[in-house]
């Protein structure tokens, strides 16, 4: 640190660029000396308590073994005690289990630095990042690897938490619970994410023979609403939004969002609505999990509905098409889908589309009672499920859908993990929950 002041003393121009770098480099490295030092003996020597293996023998020391440790300083080395099993084999560090390395050759700072560069871009620009920013220079493939790690555990944390609320809430059954939060929304749609060959292989998709290239992620979203906007429009309450996610069954992503809003107090909502699209896995898991609950179908999802047989029943006729249309859409708004449904019975379409427009006009009539606009808008609700669409390009479609990109579901769903975390603003809970 000494020649880089006296260095930069002496030229005849300050490159104050340079010597920010040469003084954090400097810095850094005094760091990691004073780091390297206060590690000794950590992990060593005599213990109070016998070493046990998981096979239940007691384990033997074998002496000292040095490990190599990268943090946020730079590298430091790190000796501690190294203990084998003498009935199975199997060795234990307990100097990497107090400190939270075991398995890892990275310590807890630097993986949360990693994991929170790999979830926000690519792993290539995460490393760049990480470079530029903390002066840590790693691989792409070390970032792809920390970040997925830790999205798995947050993932095993988050179902150790969800497997507690849904046993607590069967336990104790139906309560009366003061209730303090006035409306509770709970949204949840799916989106395509792009997979390797072998998690699509067999799997019938989109393309022209049939087969897939990308499986269905479900994502959901709890979010609460206090009052309205001073132009009287539902106004969601700050920061409440939280995200849960995976590619998984819509049995188990049940599970998932129905945990997630008990944990955000479901039993002391005066109000619940579940606001999604009319897909029969959304309706389904509405029906089982929230019955409860005001169910109210996407406006814009609605619309399309009544569009599609408008533009089927008059095909060759735009004007008279565009008039149905925007008339349907009126009696839409209001609430009136019995007008619709009887409008469009007593056209006749074209053979070739009398079975696509049965199905809208069965549609319709199925979720009638969900589309009641007008009287959900007196009770000041929200009628579009924005909320939960938006997330799906900025939770997921941002961080797992970039060109070129493929993932296994194991991978995609460590990250699926680490951004609702992350987005939900419960990252620093599940970190303390590691030091606990």
């Not at 009398?354 to 069965?362: G, K, L, Q, S, W």
Request: glycine share 10%.
């Amino acid at each position: 640190m000494k020649r880089i002041i006296e260095r930069a003393g002496s030229a005849k121009r300050f490159d104050l660029e340079a010597v920010e770098t040469g003084l954090r480099a400097a810095v850094l490295a005094a760091g990691a000396k004073a780091l390297e030092g206060l590690l000794r003996g950590v992990g060593c020597g005599r213990r109070s308590e016998a070493v046990m293996c998981s096979c239940g023998a007691r384990m033997q020391s074998t002496g000292l073994a040095a490990k190599p440790l990268l943090t946020i300083l730079g590298e430091v080395a790190f000796t501690r005690s190294r203990y084998e099993c003498p009935a199975c084999g199997a060795s234990r560090h307990p100097g990497d289990e107090e400190l939270g390395v075991s398995g890892t050759s990275r310590s807890p700072g630097l993986q949360r630095m990693m994991s929170r560069a790999g979830h926000r871009d690519t792993f290539k620009e995460g490393r760049e990042d990480l470079r530029v920013y903390a002066g840590v220079t790693v691989s792409a493939k070390d970032v792809e690897r920390v970040a997925e790690k830790v999205g798995a555990e947050m993932e095993a944390w988050s179902a150790k938490e969800r497997i507690a609320l849904l046993a607590a809430e069967a336990q104790e059954g139906a309560r009366l619970a003061a209730k303090t939060i006035p409306i509770m929304y709970i949204e949840y749609d799916g989106t395509g994410v792009p997979m390797v060959p072998a998690a699509v292989q067999g799997r019938k998709g989109k393309q022209k023979d049939g087969s897939a290239k990308t499986r269905e992620a479900k994502l959901g979203c709890v979010f609460t609403q206090t009052g309205v906007d001073d132009e009287g429009r539902p106004a969601r309450d700050p920061a409440s939004t939280t995200f849960v996610g995976a590619i998984e069954t819509a049995e188990h992503f049940g599970e998932r969002i129905y945990a997630e809003a008990l944990r955000r107090g479901l039993n002391h909502a005066a109000k619940v609505v579940v606001l999604a699209d009319g897909a029969p896995w959304i309706r389904g898991l509405a029906q089982m999990h929230f019955p409860q609950a005001i169910q109210i179908i996407d406006l814009y999802h609605a619309k399309e509905h009544v569009a599609d047989p408008a533009k089927m029943l008059w095909p060759n006729d735009e004007k008279q098409c565009h008039r149905n249309r925007l008339r349907w859409w009126t009696d839409l708004e209001e609430g009136k889908i019995e007008n619709i449904i009887r409008a469009a019975q007593k056209q006749t379409p074209s053979k070739d589309l009398a079975d696509n427009v049965r199905r809208e006009i069965n549609y319709l009539s199925e979720n009638k009672d969900r589309m009641r606009y007008a009287a959900c808008r007196d009770q000041d609700l929200f009628v579009g499920s924005g909320v939960v669409e938006a997330g799906c390009k900025s939770v997921i479609g941002k961080r797992l859908k970039q060109s070129g990109m493929e993932w296994s579901v194991r991978g995609a769903n460590a990250i699926i993990s680490l951004r609702c975390m992350h987005l939900s603003g419960r990252v620093e809970e599940f970190w303390e929950s590691r030091c606990a």
